[in-house]
C-alpha cells in the first residue's frame, strides 16, 4: 500500500528502480540556445524554484498517469471545531456587509467609504489567519475562503482590499518567512486595520519579475539599503501603512555567470521618500485603491528584509502559492450571487409565450453556471482543507484552483449578462432610475474581468502548472538534451531514463479505472474511473509530446496548455466526486447533488475531449505564423476601412 504523502519522483523511483535524485533545478533546463532575457527571466525563476517537496500532491500526479484518489477521498472535511471557530465571525461578515456596504455607491463613486474601513477592522476582517497572538482572528484556510466567498458575492472592491492586505500584502510573506521580530511588529498593526500592500509589479516588469529596476542598494555599513525606483498597481497603495517591496540587489555570480537577486522588504509608507504619485483607475473594481508608488532614497533598516538577501522573488511565488487560493473563493461568491440573479430572472421574464428558462438555449447557460459553481466550490475547499491539514505541496492545485476559477467565472458573468439581456447591460443605477430593481449584473462582469489577469495571469498559470507537471519527466531526462552539461552527465541521463520509461510508459497502456472505492456512488464512480483513465492517456500524449518535441517543447505553449486543461478538468471531476459523496453523506438531497456532480462531469468530459482532440489536430503553428506576419506589418486589407 503506497503512502498518500509520497512525492512523484519518490514513487517512479520505486515503480521503475530509475534513479531520479534531486538534480538543481538549472541544469535540467537547458537555457543555452534562449535569447538574454528569456534566460535571464527563466534562470531567476528556476532559481527561485523550490523544489516539489517529499509529499507530492493528487493534481501532481495526474500528469504521471497515477491517479490517488486515496489522497482526496474521503472529502478532508471541515472539523465541527474549526467550523464553529468562523461562525461568529462570517456572521458578523455577512451582516455587516449587508447593512453597511453599498456596492453600487462604491463603484458608482469609486470610494470605500472610512466608515467601512473601520467596521471592517472592527470585527477582525484585516487579520482573517493572523493567529491571535499577533492580534488577529487565527481563523483556518478554510475560514478564510468562506469569508472570502461571503465578500465576493457582495462587493469586488471590498473583497480585493481585504484580500490583497492579507493574502499578499504583510501578513502571508511573515507568517511564511518573517522573523519573531517581524511579526510582532507589523502582524498587530495589519490585524487592526493598518493597511497592507504587495508591490512586485513595474511598468517593464509585468509577469517577468527578471526586468525589475527598483534597487535595493546596502549602506556602507550594512545596517539599511536605500530604495530607489518606481512601482506599478501596487493594490491598496493609496491607502496603505505598510507595504511588502520587492526589490534588486547586487547580482551573485553563479557558475561564472551573473544572475540577478530579488529581495523582498518590509517598507512604512511614511518613511522619508516615498511617495504615493498616483491612483490608477480600472474598467472595473473602481474604488480599488491601486498606486504608482515611487521611492527616492528611501532607507529600510537591514532587519525589514523579509527571508535573506536574494530570497525575494521566492517568497513573491510561495506567497502567491497560498495566497491565490483566495480568488478562486471569492470566485465562488460572485458565481453564486450571478446564478441567483440569472435563475430568477429566467424563471419570470415572460418571452415568445414562456419564461426564457424554457428556451433551451438559455436553459443550457444557466446549467453551465449550475454545474461549474458546484465543481468551483469543490476545487477551492478541497485545496483550502489540505492546505490546513498541510497534507501535501499544493502548488499544482492552488493554480489550477485559480486558473480556472477565474476563467470559469468570467464564462459565468458573460452568460449571465446574456440572461438578463439588456437589463444585464444597463446599470443598477438606471435600472433604479426607471423602477425596476438594482440588479447590477454588469458590475460584476466589470469587477470579475481582472482576475485572469492578476495574481499570475492565466497564461503564466498554464505554463506553471505545466512546469511543474514536467518536472518528473526533467528530472528523470532532461539533462539529456541540456548541451550545457557534460557528455558524460548526460549519457548518464540517457541509461537512467531508458530504465525509468522502460517500467513507466508500458503502464500508461494499462487498462482498469481507479480500482474498488468503497461508498463511493455508482454515478461518481463512473466519473472517477473516468478520470483515472483519462490522466494515464494525459501522461502517455505528455510523454509523447516530449518525445516529438524535446528541449523545445517549452515553445508549444498551446499544446502544452492543453495538457494542463486536461489535468484541471480532471481534478475538478474528482474533486467534484469527492465532494458530492460527502455532501451525501450529510444528508443533502441525493437528486440534487447527483444531478450537479454528473453533469458538471459530463460537460467537463466534453471539454477535456476538446483539449485531447487539440493535441491531436490544431492550426497552431499556422496561427503563430499569421501573428508573426500581422506583427510584422503584413495583411494590409484588416486595417483597411477603420478610422
Ligand atoms: C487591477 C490590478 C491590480 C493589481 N494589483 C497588483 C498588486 O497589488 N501588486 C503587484 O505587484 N501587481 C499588481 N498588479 C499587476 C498584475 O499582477 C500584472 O498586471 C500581471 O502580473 C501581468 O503583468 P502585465 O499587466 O504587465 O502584463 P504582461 O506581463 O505585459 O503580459 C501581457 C500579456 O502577455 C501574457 N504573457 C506574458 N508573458 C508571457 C509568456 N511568457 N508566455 C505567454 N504569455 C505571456 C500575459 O499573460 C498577458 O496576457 C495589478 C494589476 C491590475 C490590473
Not at 217 to 234: A, M, Q, R, V, Y
Not at 251 to 280: H, S, W
Not at 571 to 591: E, M, R, V
Amino acid at each position: 500500500m503506497k503512502s498518500p504523502l509520497e512525492a512523484p519522483e519518490k514513487q517512479i523511483s520505486e515503480e521503475t528502480s530509475a534513479k531520479t535524485e534531486k538534480v538543481a533545478a538549472p541544469s535540467v533546463i537547458d537555457t543555452s540556445k534562449m535569447s538574454e532575457g528569456k534566460r535571464a527571466a527563466l534562470e531567476l525563476t528556476e532559481a527561485s524554484r523550490d523544489p516539489l517537496d517529499d509529499r507530492g500532491s493528487f493534481a501532481s500526479n495526474l500528469f504521471i498517469g497515477r491517479y490517488d484518489f486515496d489522497r482526496i477521498f474521503p472529502w478532508p472535511e471541515q472539523s465541527a471545531e474549526d467550523h464553529a471557530a468562523g461562525e461568529d465571525f462570517l456572521r458578523k461578515l455577512e451582516s455587516y456587509l449587508r447593512d453597511h456596504v453599498d456596492p453600487d455607491e462604491i463603484d458608482r463613486t469609486g470610494e470605500i467609504p472610512p466608515a467601512n474601513f473601520a467596521g471592517l477592522a472592527e470585527i477582525g476582517a484585516f487579520g482573517i489567519k493572523v493567529p491571535q497572538k499577533y492580534g488577529g482572528l487565527g481563523l483556518s484556510q478554510y475560514n478564510y475562503g468562506r469569508a472570502a466567498v461571503l465578500l465576493g458575492s457582495w462587493d469586488g472592491n471590498v473583497a480585493a482590499l481585504v484580500s490583497a492586505h492579507q493574502s499578499i500584502g504583510v501578513a502571508q510573506p511573515l507568517l511564511l518567512f518573517g522573523t519573531e521580530e517581524q511579526k510582532q511588529k507589523y502582524l498587530p498593526r495589519v490585524s487592526r486595520g493598518e493597511i497592507s500592500a504587495f508591490a512586485l509589479t513595474e511598468s517593464h516588469a509585468g509577469s517577468d519579475p527578471a526586468t525589475m529596476s527598483l534597487r535595493a542598494d546596502p549602506t556602507p555599513d550594512g545596517s539599511e539599503f536605500i530604495l530607489n525606483g518606481e512601482k506599478l498597481w501596487c493594490t491598496n497603495g493609496v491607502k496603505a501603512g505598510v507595504l511588502v517591496v520587492m526589490a534588486r540587489t547586487a547580482p551573485k555570480m553563479v557558475n561564472g555567470k551573473e544572475r540577478k537577486q530579488i529581495t523582498a522588504f518590509i517598507v512604512d509608507v511614511d518613511t522619508p521618500g516615498l511617495k504615493v504619485t498616483y491612483r490608477c483607475r480600472f474598467m472595473g473594481l473602481r474604488a480599488l485603491y491601486n498606486a504608482v508608488v515611487t521611492f527616492q532614497d528611501v532607507h529600510v533598516p537591514r532587519e525589514n528584509m523579509i527571508s535573506k538577501e536574494g530570497a525575494g522573488l521566492k517568497v513573491a511565488l510561495t506567497t502567491l502559492n497560498a495566497g491565490r487560493l483566495t480568488l478562486p473563493a471569492a470566485c465562488v461568491g460572485v458565481s453564486k450571487r450571478l446564478l441567483e440573479i440569472s435563475r430568477q430572472w429566467a424563471g419570470e421574464r415572460i418571452q415568445w409565450g414562456v419564461p426564457i428558462g424554457k428556451h433551451a438555449a438559455i436553459a443550457g447557460k444557466i446549467a453551465e453556471m449550475a454545474g461549474n459553481i458546484f465543481a468551483m466550490e469543490a476545487v477551492t475547499f478541497l485545496t483550502s482543507s489540505l492546505l490546513d491539514r498541510k497534507a501535501a505541496d499544493l502548488r499544482i492545485e492552488t493554480a489550477m484552483c485559480k486558473l480556472w476559477a477565474t476563467e470559469m467565472t468570467w464564462k459565468i458573468a458573460d452568460d449571465a449578462m446574456q440572461v438578463r439581456g439588456g437589463r444585464g447591460y444597463e446599470t443598477a443605477q438606471s435600472l433604479a432610475g426607471r423602477g425596476e430593481p438594482a440588479i447590477g449584473v454588469e458590475r460584476f462582469l466589470r469587477d470579475c474581468r481582472v482576475n485572469t489577469i492578476f495574481e499570475g495571469s492565466s497564461e503564466i498559470m498554464r505554463l506553471f502548472i505545466a512546469r511543474e507537471a514536467l518536472d518528473p519527466h526533467l528530472k528523470v531526462g532532461g539533462a539529456i538534451f541540456n548541451t550545457t552539461l557534460p557528455k558524460s552527465e548526460r549519457f548518464k541521463a540517457v541509461l537512467g531514463s531508458g530504465k525509468f520509461y522502460a517500467g513507466w510508459y508500458p503502464k500508461q497502456w494499462l487498462p482498469g479505472g481507479a480500482g474498488d472505492i468503497d461508498g463511493l456512488h455508482d454515478t461518481l464512480h463512473k466519473h472517477v474511473d473516468y478520470a483515472a483513465g483519462a490522466s494515464k492517456r494525459l501522461a502517455r500524449g505528455l510523454f509523447h509530446a516530449m518525445t516529438r518535441f524535446g528541449p523545445k517543447l517549452d515553445r508549444e505553449q498551446l499544446l502544452l496548455s492543453r495538457f494542463v486543461g486536461v489535468a484541471t478538468e480532471l481534478f475538478a471531476i474528482s474533486a467534484s466526486c469527492s465532494y458530492a459523496q460527502w455532501l451525501l453523506g450529510q444528508g443533502k438531497p441525493a437528486d440534487e447533488t447527483l444531478a450537479l456532480a454528473d453533469y458538471f462531469c459530463r460537460s467537463a468530459r466534453l471539454r477535456i475531449d476538446h483539449h485531447f482532440a487539440g493535441t491531436a489536430k490544431n492550426v497552431d503553428r499556422r496561427g503563430y505564423q499569421l501573428t508573426q506576419d500581422l506583427l510584422a506589418g503584413k495583411y494590409d486589407i484588416l486595417r483597411k476601412g477603420i478610422v
